[in-house]
Each structure stands twice: as structure tokens, then as C-alpha cells.
């Protein structure tokens, strides 16, 4: 595509009226600083505008007992947690992500200090790249600003449901240092996090300041065994599947012919019956519910004053992170071994068994023998993800005239390792099986333990390593005065931009192969450049009206240009009321991964045509199959356009109010064709039917359950397209009031509500959007409620954290089963408590419990999710914490 440029550009986002007249000095003489806040390049002052700007400070952090940044954020009514880092099955381990608006975390843009980072090298789901939040150390960042509005004419890609910036401190001088320590009511869980920071010089006086920041994280992994929820295994008590291991000790056996399951002869665990209604060799395992992760990053920051106006400036950071995640024993792939031609099955005549002949009880000799046993004689599969990210930023800042300029080059890279302990090998395990059951000294199902000289060449360990970079140079010009018009100042700024992106995602050859049980891989190597023009107006319409004209136009190599503009408003009828509204364009760049990748994987789906004539409901009717899917280089970007309108009221000075209503219009969006939906369309669509893979028809199964016409489902092969549509609107609520107790202090009261209005979503070609609202992904509301009672210099503070009931379904537009399409699952409170006080003038102590009260999970039960539906440390108890900041 031809490219294309604007001489100039115009935009901005309107701040209320009183930055069209404001001055450096207030009437009383004090100095009014102006800033650069999340969603403008022109410094204004500090106040509300035409959208939401929400901004967490650091005393603010502190008294959430947070140890990490996704912690943090998941508990903000109006931000979503797509990962958290403890996801054992993601195609991004180790990683954490949000999202805003309900949308995929790809249309949330992530900054620090006003500029983009470089994506984490592994993709979320093979196909979504996002920054990863746990590169961003907790104890390093000074605020947050939340901006929840389309921002594409400001920054481009990624800012549909709108932007994160982070901050970090400046011109700081003195040291200080954090310590936060926490712990589960039961003692796993535990986290420990320190740093330090110190600052050597001042700006304006010796020209020259030099900011580090040191800092260091450690957590352990929650147990099962130490949580009532959690211990026992089987969820039928919830609603859910029995969880329970049918592979350990000694493991089970099924008769593929007739589907009947039976227990390993010797079974060391429970003999009873499973989720298909077979007896099998059940044990309640103990599983390691997170990861522990150990982190430790190093930040600095060095600004040299030139003269009076001009300033060079550096940053540089760099953190490692390392994740281990430990699962389950390795286990067989699912094996069939079996005889064609006799009515004896090789290597069972031997076999321990109430049968005259020592033949298994209830196989019939001739039948395919299925054998699902975990290698326990090994250690468990083991994960370690080490992260390794670099950022590098220097530049100049200054005046040129009445212009504030600022010239900057940045370069960011995230390097990963990750690997896999004690795999099996597919070709290996399967004949060293083979060679035992026929008596030919291989592995044994039969026997408790089986030598390591057996054992050992059936695993492997396996490394996957990516490497993601950006590199950017961008050049900004601004001036909150370019001339005047109603007697008032017309904001001004401009700038330009250029970067360059890259991934390399190389898997271990032997997943690539297919050749490890149970594993997917991916692949991934790209790369693209991005030229920019933008630019930002600020219009004093009237004394009290401001007006915003946003324009920007972005050039990528691989796909062609997107043109975004902006226009909004902020009206102030009186000092006590603000009026905002903004309507904008946005997009979405397709990811690299989508552009160009190779990625096979395990996905669930509800094989219906099956677990009717079968007699399996909800979870019971799940099947892991393996899904292929493809990069496609012929996507467009995604589009969509963005509304919001809302008010801001302070009739007295302790009460104030904020009402935002907000809607977005995606198009075009890309995502890898719905495999449930070619499931279901199976016998409709000869080109879904084409996608799918089924093993042969099973004659015998078929006499046992009439209606049965389909073999098991194997794997489907899902393309990228740009297929999609998604619309919501939604309400967000922030009421504040302090209530004045006279010599006995305050009560502070804080309620923020997030309401989505709807939520629809269309994921197939030639489909409408479909209400997904009300469902266990996209709950109606989402609400904090803050009750804080400050005396003196401490404050004693309960938060009441709820997510809206929902039904008992993931996804309306699927299939679901009459018995648990009706359900509900029910609202969920957490409480929780924080003591905060100033011990000293340098000593700031905070203790605190989150989930004060222990509340139970809430459990979903469905064909599609199996799982509770909690934050992981609300679902396992009462968590203490306490933190303590002390300047030198």
C-alpha cells in the first residue's frame, strides 16, 4: 500500500477549562506545575478531563498488600486478568497480562514513562502478544495512571479499550527502602519482596540527578493439600468432574472396543467409580496451584542539565525473572496396543486376575487394551521460564522558542528460555509399553516400580527460547500556547515516530516433530517497521468549553496505513459540574505471531454428536483435542470506533462524583476460527467437516450405545481470519466522600462500580454479534466499596471486593446442556483490611488481610470450564501481609 502522510496532524485530549487560562502561579502566588498526564503530549495541569484518568499513587499501592503489579490491578473493578502467571497449560508461561473494557489484553496498551515496551517472546495462546506485567517490579513505580478511552490518535496500536502508563520517580533525592512480606492463612503461598532506591543530586540546583532503584521478589507455590477447597479432588461436591488422578498408583485401564474401564490389578489408590462411570485406580494428588518465582531487577535514571531550558537524559533497566512451575508425573500418550487377528491379546495371559486363565477381569481377549498410567517413578514435569528484559532509553528535552521538544531513542528486549524436565518421548515410551506388555523387558504397567535403567530413556527435557525486540526514535514538540482565542490559550503539539519490532519464538525440535506427550509448539519469526505522524490541538471554544481535534497517521511495512482522528469536549456550566465527551477511531495492528506462525496445541471442546448417544453432560462431555492453527500474512489491521460521555461533580469540597458511559465498535477482528463452532457446524459445512480429525468408527462402541456414528475426536485445524465484530458499552461509577468526625479524625468513603450495558460478540464469518453478557467471562458488574477511618497519621481501612452472579455458562453462544444452562453461580464479596500508619517522620508501617473473612470459592461447572472462577489466592483463604517503607 501506497504510503501515506499528513503535513501536519492535529490532536489532543481536552483537560477541563481552567487549563485554557491557567497560569504558573495561582492567585495566592503558589507555583502551579504543569504535567504530561496519560493521553496528551502537552503538559497541562493536574486535573479532570474529557475522560477517565484514573491514578493510583504509591502510598495508595502500598495499602492493597499487592506484591505484584497484576495483583494489583485485578483488583480494579474496570481491569480484567487474562493471566496472572500461574497458568500451567498457557503457551506463555510465567507471563502476566490485563485487559480493560472486557476485550483481550492486546487491546490494552502498556507504557512506562509515556513509552512502548517490548512485547513478551512468547504469545498468549500463539497468537496474542502483550507486554508482560511481571517486568515491571511493584516496588519500582511510583504511580499508575489508568486512561480508560480509545487512544490510537495519540499512540497508535493497542490503545482500543485504552492505556496503563506506569511511573517511575525522578529528580529524587535521599534513599529509601520497601520491605513487604505475606503468607497465606496456612503457610505456602508466601511472598517476600525488598528494594531500595536512592537519589544523588538535584536538578535545579546542581544540575545534574542520578535515580536507582534495586529491587528483589520472592514467592513459594500454594499447595493443594493445605486448602479445604482444594485437598480433595473431587469436584462433584461443587458441581464439577472428579479431578481425581486415574493414573497413579498403579494407574487404569479401558477396553477400547466396548469403552469399559477397569483398575491396574494391585491398585494402591481408591477403586471407584469415575466421571465416565468406570471403576478405575482413583488417587487424590497433591498439585502445586502456582508457581514460585524469583525476580530481581535493576533500574536508574540520569539527567544532566545543559543550561537553563535543556536537559539530556538516560534510562536504563534491566530485570530477571525466573518461574518454576511444577505439574503432574509425566504420563503415556494414549496408547493402543491390541491383537488382529487371534481371540488372545499378546502379553495378557500372565497377568494377575480372578479369571481361571490370569486374563484381566472384565476384558474381552482379542480387544484393544488401553493403558493410562503416569510414570511416577520419575520426578515430576517441571517448568522454568527465565525472563531476561532490557530497556534502554536516552534523549534530549528542552526548548526550542516557545516550544517544548523532546528527541528520544529507545531500545527494549525480552529474552526467554523455557524449559520442560522429565518429558516423554512419544516413540520411545510407546515401544518401551509395547515391550512390556509382551514380556520383552520394557516398561511394565503391571508392576508397582520400574527400574530407572527402564525408565530414564522414555524422558527427555525440551527448550523452547524466544527473543522479542523494539527499537524506536521519536521526536515531539509542543507548546501550551500557540496563540490565543477568546482571550485564552490554544495547546499545541506535534511529533514524529519510527520502530521497528521483531520476534523469533523457536521451539525444542522434538515438540516440533510431535514427539512429546501432551505438548504443543509454536513458532514464530518476524519482523516489521512503523512510521508515525501525529499531532494534538487544545481549542478554547468558549470560556467554559474546550474542544480537542485529534489526527494520526501510522505506516506499517506489512500491512499499509492506519488513519485515526479524535474529537471530544469538556464543558464546565458551573465551577462544581464538568461535562466530557470524546468519539475517536482505534485499531489494532495484527500481531506478529498471527502474521506468521506455526502453532499446534490442546484445546476443549464438546464433542455433542458423541456424548448424547455416550450419556456425558457438562464437564464429563469435555475432550482435549490437538489444534493446529497458521499464521495468515494477508490480515488487515483491526478497526474500531469509540464513544464516551460523562460528568464530574464536587458540589462541596468532601463530595465528589464521576459518571462515564463509554462504547466501543470493533470490526475485522483476527482470531483463529472458533473450534467449537466448526464442531458444531460439522455435519452443516463440508468445509468445517474438512477441518476436523476423528479416529476410525469404533463398530463395537457403536452396538453398546445406538446413535453413536462418529470415532473420537482428534484435532481440528483453526486459520487466522479477520472475521470478527465485538460492540459493549458500560458504565463506570467513582464516588468519594469525606465525612468529617471534628477532633476524632475522618471517614474516608470511596465506591467504584464498573456496569457493562452489553457485550456482544460474533467470532464466525457471516455472524451477527451475540450477547456474551451475564456469562462466567463477562459478569454484568464488577464493584470495590472502600470504608477508611484516618485519626492522626494512621488509617484503618475495609474494602469489599464484588463480581456480579452470573450464569453458569462460558459462552452463550455455544451448545450447552439443558441441566446447567439455567444455572446461576452466585455473586462473590471478598473483605478486606488494612492498618496504615506513620510510625516516624522516615518509618511508614502497613498491615493488613486480604479475604478477611475466608470466604469460600465460587465453582464453575460447565461443558467448557471445569474450574473455580476466584482470584487463585481469594480461593485458598485469609492472606496476611505487612509492609514498611523508611526514608533515610
Partial sequence: ?????????????????????????????????????????????NKEGPTAVEIIKRSDIEKTGASTVVELLGKIPSVSVQLDGNDKASFAPGAASVGLRGLDPKYTLILLNGRRLANYGFADGAENSFVDLNNLPLAAIDSIEILRDGASAIYGSDAVAGVINFKTRRNYQGIEATTNLGANEKGDGRTADASVTAGWGDLDKDGKNLLVTLDAFNSSPLLSQKHKATADRDFRRFGGSDARSTSDYLGSLKDYDTGEGFPIPGCRGIVDIDSTGNPACLTNQKVQLSPSNQRIGLSGIYTIQINATDELFTELGFNHNKTITQRGFPTFDSTFLGSTEGSTNPGLAGLPGPSEDGTLAGFTPGDILRVSRNIYEASHLTDVTTSNTLRLVTGWRGTIGKWDSELGFSFNQNKLSSETSNAVLKD?????????????????????????SV????????????????????????????????????????????????????????EEAG??????????????????????????????????????????????????????????????????????????????????????????????????????????????????????????????NNYSFGFVVQPIKDLSASLDWYMINQRNTIQAEDPQFILDHEDSSPEFAALIGRDPRNPGLEARYPGLNK??????????????????????????????????????????????????????????????????????????????????????????????????????????????????????????????????????????????????????????????????????????????????
Fill in 1 to 45: 500500500m501506497k504510503k501515506t502522510f499528513l503535513a501536519a496532524s492535529i490532536a489532543t485530549v481536552i483537560t477541563m477549562p481552567i487549563v485554557a487560562y491557567a497560569a504558573d502561579e495561582t492567585a495566592d502566588g503558589d507555583k502551579i506545575e504543569r504535567v504530561v498526564v496519560t493521553g496528551s503530549n502537552i503538559s497541562r495541569i
Fill in 428 to 452: 520411545v515410551s510407546a515401544q518401551s509399553l509395547q515391550d512390556g506388555l509382551l514380556g520383552n523387558g520394557g516398561y511394565d504397567p503391571f508392576v508397582y516400580a520400574n527400574p530407572t
Fill in 455 to 510: 525408565v530414564d530413556p522414555m524422558l527427555t527435557t525440551t527448550q523452547r527460547i524466544a527473543v522479542s525486540r523494539l527499537s524506536s526514535i521519536d521526536w515531539k514538540m509542543s507548546t501550551p500556547e500557540l496563540f490565543t482565542l477568546n482571550s485564552a490559550p490554544v495547546g499545541f503539539a506535534w511529533g514524529l515516530q519510527a520502530s521497528h519490532e521483531t520476534i523469533n519464538d523457536s521451539p525444542d525440535a522434538k
Fill in 515 to 640: 514427539n512429546i506427550a501432551g505438548s504443543g509448539a509454536t513458532a514464530s519469526k518476524a519482523g516489521r517497521s512503523l512510521y508515525s505522524i501525529y499531532g494534538e490541538l487544545n481549542i478554547p471554544v468558549l470560556k467554559q468549553l474546550e474542544a480537542q481535534f485529534a489526527l494520526r497517521d501510522d505506516y506499517y511495512s506489512d500491512f499499509g496505513n492506519a488513519f485515526n482522528p479524535k474529537l471530544a469536549f469538556a464543558w464546565r456550566p458551573m465551577k462544581e459540574v464538568l461535562v466530557r465527551a470524546s468519539a475517536t477511531t482505534s485499531f489494532k495492528a495484527p500481531t506478529l505471531p498471527e502474521i506468521a506462525s506455526t502453532a499446534a496445541g490442546y484445546n476443549v471442546v464438546a464433542d455433542f454428536a458423541r456424548c448424547g448417544p455416550l450419556g456425558y453432560i457438562g464437564p464429563n462431555c469435555a475432550y482435549s483435542i490437538r489444534q493446529y492453527t497458521q499464521g495468515n500474512p494477508d490480515l488487515k489491521a483491526e478497526k474500531a
Fill in 711 to 888: 470415532g473420537r475426536i482428534k484435532s481440528i485445524t483453526t486459520p487466522y481470519v479477520n472475521v470478527g465484530k465485538t460492540d459493549t458499552q458500560g458504565l463506570d461509577l467513582d464516588l468519594k466522600y469525606v465525612l468529617s468526625l471534628g477532633q476524632y479524625g475522618k471517614l474516608n468513603l470511596r465506591e467504584v462500580n464498573s456496569y457493562t450495558l452489553t457485550f456482544k460478540q460474533s467470532t464466525t464469518p457471516g455472524e451477527q454479534p451475540v450477547s456474551r453478557l451475564d456469562s462466567i467471562y463477562h459478569p454484568k458488574w464488577k464493584n470495590t466499596f472502600r470504608i477508611g477511618y484516618e485519626y492522626s497519621a494512621s488509617e484503618l481501612a475495609f474494602t469489599a471486593r464484588t463480581s456480579a452472579g452470573t450464569k453458569n455458562i462460558t459462552d452463550p453462544t455455544y451448545n450447552q446442556d439443558p441441566e446447567i444452562t439455567d444455572a446461576r453461580i452466585p455473586s462473590y464479596t471478598v473483605w478486606d483490611m488494612n492498618y496504615n500508619f506513620k510510625a516516624t517522620d522516615h518509618l511508614t508501617l502497613n498491615f493488613g488481610v486480604n479475604n478477611l473473612f475466608d470466604k469460600s470459592p465460587v465453582y464453575g461447572s460447565t461443558t467448557y470450564l471445569d474450574d473455580f472462577i476466584t482470584p487463585l489466592n481469594d480461593h485458598v483463604g485469609r492472606y496476611y501481609y505487612a509492609n514498611m517503607r523508611y526514608k533515610f
